[in-house]
């Protein structure tokens, strides 16, 4: 799994963004990074790869695409 991951600095909160269009995330991600929230970022594409990233390292906030498959 190699999901993007945008880090702020000390990362004071952990955040997951999930959309099926790829590019959407990552810029959804990037535009959150540049404003050094102090907020580490990671972007995944579908629902089992969130679930993945999550059981990995629980996240404190989620924002998903309201229609995917």
């Not at 702020?8 to 790829?22: C, E, N």
């Amino acid at each position: 799994m190699n999901a993007p991951h945008f880090s702020t600095g000390q990362a004071a909160m952990r955040l997951l963004i999930v959309d099926d269009h790829p590019n959407t995330a990552k810029t959804l991600a990037r535009a959150l990074a540049m404003l050094d929230l102090g907020i580490e970022i990671q972007t995944a594409d579908c629902g089992e790869q969130a679930l993945e990233l999550i059981n990995l390292k629980p996240v404190d906030l989620l924002i998903t695409d309201m229609v995917m498959p």
